[in-house]
């Protein structure tokens, strides 16, 4: 297919520098805040999930999508901005999971993956929320996925595993948040909980306004505190949501609820309010490009929304950052003196689904991300520790006393080698040649063999072969060790400018809110971990050994 290069750029605007068209924004706007001045509100935003190709190509993919680059590219030229990167390291790991980040930011303390709020040793973790509350602050959480999710949790819920989703529902009511808005109704629903309460019902009894519906949001009184639950999981991606009139009437955004977070917060002395883009991160665990950097834009209409706050508001902090990258997706060079990286990238606009929506097509057989997969070993720790989270046990033998039989495998049903291709030219407008849809298929049967492990499973594979249409590549669909962008502005901005720890994040908080207190710490649990040596056989990577590992 011949691409017109000079027609292309002329259409998507590439040819503007990044963001420079942004309307809103200059270097005359609002003077900086003064050092050392204190904020009455503090906002902290969380793209979660979001590498740095992913911000990029996000802003690149706004040029096209809404005539203007992103607002958090224009926010570095604000006089009161304060750049910064951050290290998100985990207790136990180089690569933090989202609960381990959170809670790093919401206690100061280094947890293991997996957990909120409590040290190896079992000692639990006084949040920053407990903490704000007995200051008098107001406390709101916003979240594109379920309220219970890692991210939100880590700021108010503590003791817990981060899967324990149904008593970090009540944790949030014995702890009285003030506003919580996102997705997750079975978590409160009698019906679908394990211990049968109806803690939906009991923050009806608390005095909270539950809602259910964009509309109930709309209208919900200001004088009460909000429970407001969207969808029984997750709230669908923005990618799906713009497409199905439904979910688009039912469904609020990030912005919306973002919007009317701080439309009931505003006349409050104090407040902190959490935003997460969560969805960002989901997307990335399924190699989505589309549907990841719809839901960054969607992360930056909310940025819009807390900017705009501000100019009302001066004496409001706002923090935006990331807990960690995941997958590292990035626009490569393609064709001949890289020629084809834009046109290619122009293609994202026209795909009209999410690949998680995709897999139901594709994938006759309910299916989940860890299953339905060939997941590559992980080795378990030499020091004796449990194995890292997410590695599978090793299934008892069937003649061990007590052994449980496995319950009988349920045949993988996929679509046809035609119908995957009709399925991901409808849904994408890429005409995937039968070659490549063929190499597709065993993955989508599991019984695909990857070279490089991390990438042995359907979504993975489904979305470097879309990199033949969009020009982006992966290099898995897991977390990586990034250290994130951090971007201030406003009274305490300057505390996280230049390289911080996430732990650095609850002792500014706290500072400024004036609150003297400090969390215990465990050692880096990785300081006595297994030699790589014990792990690989490095040796013979390098030829030192007779018979190098084939």
Same mark, same amino acid.
């Given at each position: ?10 259409? /998507? ?127 709101? !959480? ?84 909000? !429970?407001?639950?969207?969808?029984? /999981? ?12 439904? !979910?688009? @009437? ?90 084809? /990286? ?11 689904? /999410? ?29 004796? @520790? ?127 809110? %004036? ?27 390098? %030829? ?7």
């Amino acid at each position: 297919m011949a691409f017109s290069r000079r027609g292309f750029l002329g259409r /998507s605007g590439l040819v503007a520098a990044g963001s420079l068209a942004f309307p809103f924004i200059g270097r005359s706007a609002d003077a900086p805040a003064r050092a050392g001045q204190k904020p009455r509100h503090i906002i902290h935003m969380v793209a979660d999930g979001m590498s740095a190709g992913t911000l990029t190509c996000a802003d690149h993919f706004s040029q096209i999508l809404r005539k203007r680059g992103l607002t958090w590219m224009q926010l570095y030229n604000h006089p009161g901005a304060q750049p910064g990167l951050m290290n998100m390291r985990s207790l136990n790991s180089l690569v933090t999971d989202s609960s381990a980040a959170s809670s790093s930011w919401g206690s100061g303390s280094r947890i293991v993956n997996g957990t909120v709020n409590i040290l190896p040793d079992n000692k639990v973790l006084t949040t920053l929320y407990e903490l704000f509350a007995q200051k008098g602050w107001k406390r709101g !959480l916003v979240t594109t996925t379920e309220i219970t999710h890692a991210t939100p949790a880590g700021f108010v819920a503590s003791g817990l595993k981060r899967e324990a989703a149904e008593p970090i529902a009540t944790q949030y009511l014995d702890r009285r948040v003030e506003v919580l808005l996102g997705g997750g109704q079975k978590f409160f629903d009698a019906t679908k909980r394990k211990d049968k309460r109806d803690v939906r019902g009991d923050y009806v009894k608390a005095g909270y306004e539950v809602m259910a519906l964009a509309e109930d949001l709309a209208k919900a009184p200001k004088d009460k505190p909000w !429970l407001g639950i969207f969808s029984q /999981s997750h709230l669908p991606f923005t990618l799906d949501q713009r497409i199905d009139a439904k !979910l688009k @009437a039912t469904v609020p955004t990030l912005a919306v609820m973002t919007r009317r977070a701080l439309e009931k917060l505003e006349n409050e002395e104090h407040f902190i309010l959490q935003v997460e883009g969560g969805r960002v991160d989901h997307a990335c665990h399924t190699c989505d490009a589309a549907a990841a950097l719809h839901d960054q834009i969607a992360f930056d209409d909310a940025i819009d929304v807390c900017v705009d706050f501000q100019k009302r508001n001066p004496d409001t902090l706002i923090v935006i950052t990331t807990d960690h990258g995941n997958g590292n997706l990035g626009l490569n060079g393609m064709g001949t003196a890289y020629g084809f /990286s834009s046109p290619l990238f122009a293609n994202v606009k026209q795909i009209r689904s /999410s690949i998680t929506e995709m897999m139901k097509l594709l994938i006759k057989t309910p299916f989940k991300l860890g299953e339905n997969t060939n997941e590559p070993e992980v080795p378990t720790p030499a020091t004796g @520790a449990k194995p890292a989270l997410g590695t599978k046990p090793e299934p008892a033998p069937a003649t061990a006393p007590g052994a449980t039989p496995e319950p009988p495998k349920v045949p993988i049903k996929t679509a046809s080698t035609k119908e995957v291709i009709q399925i991901i030219g409808d849904l994408t407008g890429y005409k995937v040649p039968t070659e490549k849809a063929e190499m597709l298929m065993p993955f989508l049967m599991s019984k695909g063999k990857a070279m490089y492990g991390a990438m042995n499973n359907p979504v993975a594979q489904l979305g470097q072969l879309l990199g033949n249409h969009i020009g982006i590549g992966w290099t898995s669909n897991a977390h990586t060790a990034d250290y994130v962008q951090v971007l201030s502005l406003g009274p305490g901005a300057e505390l996280f400018r230049g390289f911080i720890q996430n732990t650095d994040v609850f002792r500014h908080y706290t500072a400024l809110a %004036g609150i003297d207190f400090k969390n215990p710490e465990a050692p880096l649990l990785a300081d006595v971990g297994p030699a790589a040596s014990d792990v690989e056989n490095l040796a013979g990577y390098m %030829g030192l050994e007779d018979e190098a590992v084939t």
